[in-house]
């Protein structure tokens, strides 16, 4: 839902996504319009944590870069006018700031992850994808929960996506993003089936 019309910044996305009466609440900046993101569910944080776990434990093993968690806003297009908060985002280690800052991420994550909720309108994932891979993110994962799938999104050089679809048979790599690293997708979802455990690569 948008909430304002065009020509805002970040700074304008920071004060309001951090004023008392809208705790709670999520928001992002996509070309100066700030947009309200429905809330999430169980599956939807469950999933999403699952994940995350995965991810940020092969990043850790390996000392890859940083994972951030939901909350994390990137600042995508250094002009102030893009900011997306991932559900799960990574920034390799030649990439991250020596300097932590105490605002939005000021770059693209290399991989960014979002799990779609019930709320979610296909508009608005395409948006984020759209927004992600034109400011220079690598790789991109839509988790649909209730689909048991994953797409994944790689730039090409020609300003277009290579896209593939994931179902439980399958499983996902982390490409150049994250080398070595391997996933059965019926691992995401372990209520679904009955598989055990899980496929990373050591």
């Not at 002009?79 to 000021?106: C, Q, S, T």
């Not at 290399?110 to 948006?127: H, K, Q, T, Y």
Request: proline share 6%.
């Amino acid at each position: 839902m948008v909430i304002s019309a065009k020509g805002h910044t970040e700074k304008d996305l920071w004060e309001i996504s951090h004023h008392p009466d809208n705790e709670g609440k999520r928001f992002v900046l996509i070309e100066g319009v700030i947009v309200e993101m429905s809330p999430t569910g169980w599956k939807h944080g469950k999933v999403t944590m699952e994940l995350g776990r995965l991810i940020a434990n092969y990043v850790v093993e390996h000392q890859l870069g940083e994972v951030t968690a939901a909350e994390t806003g990137f600042s995508l297009s250094g002009d102030g006018l893009n900011v997306l908060a991932p559900d799960i985002g990574f920034i390799a280690k030649a990439r991250v700031p020596d300097d932590l800052p105490k605002g939005y991420v000021p770059l693209s994550p290399d991989f960014a992850v979002e799990v779609v909720s019930p709320g979610n309108s296909a508009g608005e994932i395409r948006m984020k994808i759209e927004t992600y891979l034109r400011f220079g993110t690598k790789l991109v994962w839509i988790v649909y929960p209730e689909k048991t799938r994953v797409d994944v999104y790689r730039p090409t050089t020609d300003k277009a996506a290579i896209v593939e679809f994931v179902d439980l048979s399958g499983s996902l790599d982390g490409g150049e993003i994250l080398p070595g690293f391997m996933l059965a997708v019926k691992d995401i979802f372990p209520a679904s089936t009955s598989a055990k455990g899980n496929s990373i690569a050591k």
